[in-house]
């Protein structure tokens, strides 16, 4: 007997297909919508000021938990779906996995081993004194951290940094999820092309009427040279490059898709040319007509397939190239050019010559013909000059790199962590530069000293591997428009690797996510491809099912995690932009410090390791204690006394001295009751505390150190104050504003030789506290030796102060001491030969040995003739000397020369009257 399957299984069946349905067809849905997010994101972020606000960065990561709650949806619900990756998200993720690495805490064995460097800092920067009874800490009532430390030297900004990259990898693979199909990668380029040309316009307008303001009313708070959105012109120039990119493939598109076309009708006999893989016939120019016809012919055919998207595409590069011509920045026009030749010479090798990127030179040069009508010609022209000046290049970012790299050493092996750079470089630098580098203005040095040489070689190899993906698509013959993306990932790679060298866009959120959402397309679309056999197996991972969705939900948690990370830190940055601390008595009342404490300490509690956040919060606390000891001082005080000396009672400095003399003097019940005053013991403490925090999560902030060591002498022994200083003389040696500070605390604890030591370095890197040195050795009498241990061995600062400030003729024997001094440290230096001359002829004039300073004046002056400031010294010897006719020569050429210069016309009247006044009969001198 035979059993048939039971009737309702069809019946059954049926309602759960048509339940899959709805399911199926949301997934394009979702795909969709996550192109549209993505899309918004790379349009708007550049427009919100590059997007490096965190209140910004916040809703970027928004976007990207929206694209991958939408990639995981298909991964879950459609099993038909591909779950091929391309390779090049492997040096990304494995550089997620070096970041979490870093904030790992880890034993100090095994700390030793991956980071000598960061293990070495960390024992001299944050162990407390091993000779102090009890530590500041335990003064406190604070409770001591256990022993293990991670590789990162600080974790909160590795922790920010690893949020970002979090970011870019979410959009990387997206983009190889959502922008793989050739259409949708057309239109990606023709958006970025269409916002990138808009940027540029926006920007030759802002330059144009620039009034000092973003927008015409967003202020620069912290200076910049801006273009467009961006606070800093070079980041705008990289944004454009990448728009660049777009705007050629678009341009490569456009120019070849009917060619493509036509060249299916053509039939295959014997009379029909025969066509490239472009569909261009190539037929040979007739015997004799040579190459001038041949790309004559090439022109022509290329004018007649020009239509109103090709034209369009066009006009979209010559604004964008404009643009990026008007940003001034030199690392973009390098970049520029350099993708321009690499992107040529692979068109070339690749036999891709029928591209007719002669069209771009074409617009290359209607771009500069748009800068020269907006009439900017003049400003870049003096831009492009610096590149050759010798002395700019050596003023510019060379000299930091040289610093940066004294670091390697170091951190070559693990990194000193993500995000620590601009906390680190201090450590080595070697000159005096006010600026203060964000980012190593080089990607591939920042990279080496944050990530190792782990994190660079993972760079590397991630640049190579979307370079060589672009390079498969440009051969690719399966679609026509495949080369076109090729191109324009080609010039992507191109630019920014090259731009890398000179700059830090792409740490630049907008930048980011717009090279990532490229390149991430572009691998893709070549992963793809080698699933299907079209290209090397080499460029996909394999296709695991559950490695794709693994990887997808793992993203995604990364994602809501760096959200909530960012979101923390932008709850600080807001507290911080809305807190000031007044260095003048005529700041913010107690009342309002104290409200800003207590915003702080709400942000600071999602946030507690971030010890830029720990250190505001400490001068807070510095700032509302100086407030209230201001009111008390007044109180105490006839209502006539002065604010401003008031106000120097309560600085912290001041306090410090009071309990060294105190100390020194064993005054020791009036050193406690200073220590328990209310004013000092209701705030300082807290400050304290703070100040602990953040040296236990970063201990790389010269201010921290500087103001432990300003107040734990209210809480430990004042000698213990010293071991602040070293630290803070360690981790700033090229700050003459530190190691002037440090000069004062010193001479306060009575260490004079440490404070000379530290005031030379400070007076050997700038003058600029040469005056408040003076005023407070000037104090005691000023010996040889003062000199020689106080000043730095400069000739000329010697001269230039025995001249200013020691010129009265109380002060003669001071001058000539000095005088002494800078004669001999002249016989050891190797200055140039002029300035050697003119040195000693102002060494021995000070000393009041004309005769030999005139001959010494002489030389300089024939080895420079037109230094009138030697010139006129010259002359003021020669009449000193009673050689009235040659100071009158001398004197009437440097009038000649300037005269604008009063002093000049001056000597040069007081000759002609010493004349007439000694001899009448002779008459003023011509």
Request: proline share 5%.
């Amino acid at each position: 007997m035979s059993i048939s399957p039971p009737q309702t299984s069809r019946r059954t069946r049926a309602p759960y297909r048509r339940a899959r349905q709805p399911r199926k067809a949301a997934l394009p849905v979702a795909g969709r919508l996550a192109q549209l997010v993505l899309i918004a994101a790379v349009t708007v972020a550049p427009w919100l000021f590059g997007g490096v606000q965190a209140a910004v960065q916040v809703w970027l990561l928004c976007g990207a938990v929206v694209a991958l709650g939408c990639w995981l949806l298909q991964r879950l619900t459609d099993r038909s779906a591909s779950a091929v990756l391309p390779v090049a998200v492997v040096p990304l993720v494995c550089a997620a996995a070096l970041g979490v690495f870093q904030i790992v805490p880890l034993s100090a064995k095994v700390h030793e081993i991956l980071s000598p460097g960061g293990a070495e800092l960390g024992r001299v920067l944050q162990d407390e004194n091993p000779s102090s009874p009890t530590s500041l800490e335990e003064n406190l009532g604070m409770v001591a951290t256990a022993g293990q430390r991670p590789l990162s030297l600080y974790p909160a900004s590795t922790r920010r940094d690893l949020a970002l990259l979090t970011l870019a990898t979410g959009v990387f693979l997206c983009g190889a999820v959502f922008f793989k199909n050739p259409r949708a990668q057309i239109w990606l380029c023709g958006l970025i092309a269409i916002n990138g040309a808009a940027l540029a316009l926006f920007g030759m307008v802002q330059q144009l009427t620039f009034n000092g303001m973003l927008y015409w009313s967003v202020p620069l708070t912290n200076g910049g040279g801006p273009f467009g959105p961006f606070v800093n012109h070079n980041n705008a120039g990289g944004f454009l490059n990448l728009c660049l990119a777009g705007a050629l493939g678009m341009t490569v598109w456009a120019m070849t898709r009917h060619r493509t076309h036509d060249s299916g009708t053509h039939s295959s006999g014997a009379d029909t040319p025969r066509t490239d893989h472009w569909g261009v016939a190539r037929t040979r120019p007739a015997r004799g007509r040579g190459l001038l016809a041949k790309l004559s012919q090439q022109a022509l055919d290329s004018f007649a397939h020009l239509d109103a998207l090709a034209l369009f595409a066009l006009t979209l590069t010559v604004f964008i190239v404009a643009g990026i011509v008007c940003s001034l920045s030199r690392g973009a026009w390098i970049a520029m050019f350099a993708a321009a030749i690499v992107t040529a010479l692979a068109v070339w090798s690749a036999r891709r010559g029928h591209l007719k990127l002669w069209w771009m030179a074409l617009a290359a040069t209607a771009g500069l013909a748009l800068v020269s009508w907006v009439g900017m010609s003049g400003q870049v022209r003096a831009r492009l000059a610096t590149l050759a000046d010798q002395q700019t290049i050596a003023q510019a970012r060379i000299p930091h790199w040289r610093d940066g790299l004294r670091a390697m050493p170091d951190f070559w092996q693990t990194g000193s962590g993500l995000g620590t750079y601009r906390y680190v470089y201090g450590l080595y630098q070697q000159r005096f530069d006010d600026a203060w580098y964000y980012h190593a203005e080089n990607q591939y040095l920042e990279t080496l000293v944050e990530g190792g040489i782990v994190g660079l070689g993972l760079m590397l190899t991630l640049i190579g591997l979307v370079f060589l993906a672009a390079w498969r698509l440009m051969r690719d013959d399966s679609d026509s428009r495949a080369p076109a993306i090729g191109v324009a990932g080609i010039f992507a790679v191109s630019s920014q690797a090259t731009h890398a060298l000179f700059d830090f866009g792409l740490y630049i959120p907008a930048n980011m996510i717009l090279c990532a959402l490229v390149c991430g397309s572009i691998s893709g679309r070549v992963a793809h491809l080698a699933r299907q056999g079209s290209s090397p197996r080499v460029f996909a991972l394999p296709p695991v099912r559950p490695l794709a969705t693994a990887l997808a939900a793992l993203l995604l948690v990364a994602a809501v995690w760096a959200c909530l990370e960012i979101r923390s830190v932008a709850a600080i940055e807001t507290a911080m932009k809305n807190t000031r601390v007044s260095q003048t008595p005529d700041g913010p009342a107690p009342e309002v410090l104290l409200r800003a404490t207590q915003r702080m300490a709400v942000a600071l509690q999602h946030r507690e390791d971030d010890a830029e956040a720990q250190y505001r919060m400490a001068r807070l606390w510095v700032g509302l204690y100086r407030a209230r000891a201001l009111e008390q001082l007044r109180r105490e005080n006839a209502p006539a006394a002065d604010d401003l000396q008031l106000w120097q009672l309560t600085a912290p400095v001041a306090l410090h001295a009071s309990v060294h003399r105190l100390a020194r003097d064993r005054r020791t019940s009036e050193l406690n009751g200073l220590r328990g005053e209310p004013v000092i013991g209701n705030h300082l403490p807290h400050a304290l505390k703070h100040l602990i925090l953040a040296r236990r999560s970063c201990a790389l902030l010269p201010g921290v150190h500087l103001m432990l060591a300003e107040l734990s002498v209210l809480l430990d022994d004042p000698s213990d104050d010293s071991i602040h200083l070293e630290r803070l003389r360690r981790l700033a040696p090229s700050d003459p504003d530190v190691l002037f500070r440090a000069g004062l605390l010193d001479m306060n604890a009575g260490r004079n030789d440490l404070a000379y030591d530290s005031w030379r370095r400070s007076l050997s890197l700038s003058p600029r506290y040469l005056d408040g040195i003076l005023h407070f050795v000037g104090q005691w009498p000023i010996g040889p030796r003062t000199i020689e241990r106080l000043l730095p061995d400069s000739p000329s600062l010697l001269i230039k102060l025995a001249r200013e400030r020691y010129r009265s003729d109380e002060n003669a024997a001071i001058r000539r001491m000095f005088a002494q001094r800078a004669a001999e440290l002249l016989k050891q230096d190797n200055c140039p030969e002029d300035e050697h001359c003119y040195l000693a002829g102002a060494a021995l004039a000070l000393q009041g040995q004309y005769a030999q300073a005139i001959a010494d004046y002489t030389r300089a002056v024939r080895l420079r003739p037109r230094q009138t400031g030697w010139r006129y010294e010259l002359a003021l010897a020669l009449k000193q000397q009673g050689m009235i006719a040659e100071a009158h020569e001398h004197a009437a050429l440097c009038a000649r020369m300037k005269p604008n210069q009063r002093q000049y016309r001056d000597l040069l009247e007081e000759i002609n009257h010493t004349r007439l006044t000694s001899d009448p009969s002779s008459g003023p001198l011509k």
